[in-house]
């Protein structure tokens, strides 16, 4: 069974392209995309397998 690690990100409307792009690239995986709580822009939901130990 695969162990997943998880990560919450604010994205800046202007860079939300080139956030995305950068964790992408550390193997992170876009899972949601909800409006942020603090209720200034967004908040993306990534995961990626967790490294074997």
């Given at each position: 069974m695969t162990a997943w690690e998880y990560a919450s990100v604010p994205?800046?409307?202007h860079a939300t392209k080139q956030i995305l792009d950068?964790?992408?690239a550390?193997?992170?995986e876009l899972v949601s995309v909800v409006p942020n709580p603090?209720?200034?822009g967004?908040?993306?939901f990534l995961k990626r397998?967790?490294?074997a130990v």
């Open positions: 994205l800046l409307i950068t964790w992408g550390d193997g992170w603090a209720g200034d967004l908040l993306a397998p967790r490294p």
